[in-house]
């Protein structure tokens, strides 16, 4: 067991990934909360809420609490980011009492939604919590030479938002980003189908 676990979290609109440096990716799942609207309270994520779409009273309902990669809803965000910390504390066998967490957050954040992101993993007890911009973390995850003075130009296309950037240096050099990723591309998707395809 580990005091102070160090671990990295992919905050993204469509699914949460978090890594812990000892064992690599230990969850990747839905970012989808199912909730009781009477009460406010989380009754499961991910995965298990998942399972619930359409399947539950009328009362409990399943939301993405993230938007186009930042926090839509701030304490469902910070509800499921502590149940998810539980679940990978349990899973990996960790202790996760005041970790240190890197969190990736879209290049086009506003310090506003940066602060956000930033609370919402503290309110879990983080000892140090640092933000990364996701074509940084990409790059990095990617293996290419960051640190170096040579441009690498990186695409992410996420859930709810589609970034491309050009990283040297250790840094983003330029960068943009649009508030649409592959969810909206679904739903254009879906959309044409339903609108050209007649049964």
Do not use: W
Not at 168 to 175: A, E, I, T
């Amino acid at each position: 067991m580990f005091s102070n676990a160090e671990i990295g979290i992919d905050l993204g609109t469509a699914n949460i990934l978090i890594y812990t440096k000892t064992k690599g990716i230990v969850l990747n799942e839905p970012s989808i909360v199912a909730i009781d609207v009477n009460s406010k309270k989380v009754i499961a994520v991910g995965e298990e809420a998942k399972q619930m779409v359409g399947k539950t009273p009328q009362n409990i309902v399943a939301i993405r609490p993230l938007r186009d990669g930042v926090i839509a809803d701030y304490d469902i965000t910070a509800q499921m980011l502590k149940a998810f910390l539980k679940k990978v504390s349990r899973k990996a066998g960790l202790s996760m009492r005041k970790p240190t967490v890197v969190v990736c957050t879209p290049s086009g954040s506003t310090t506003v939604e940066r602060r956000a992101i930033h609370n919402a993993v503290s309110s879990y007890g983080a000892k140090h919590v640092h933000l990364i911009e996701e074509p940084i973390a990409a790059a990095i995850g990617a293996d290419l030479p960051v640190e170096e003075p040579i441009a690498n130009v990186i695409v992410d296309i996420g859930g709810g938002t589609s970034e491309v950037g050009i990283i040297s240096f250790g840094g983003v050099v330029s960068c943009q980003a649009v508030r649409s990723g592959g969810d909206k591309m679904d739903e254009e998707i879906i959309n044409h189908i339903r609108k050209n395809i007649t049964s």
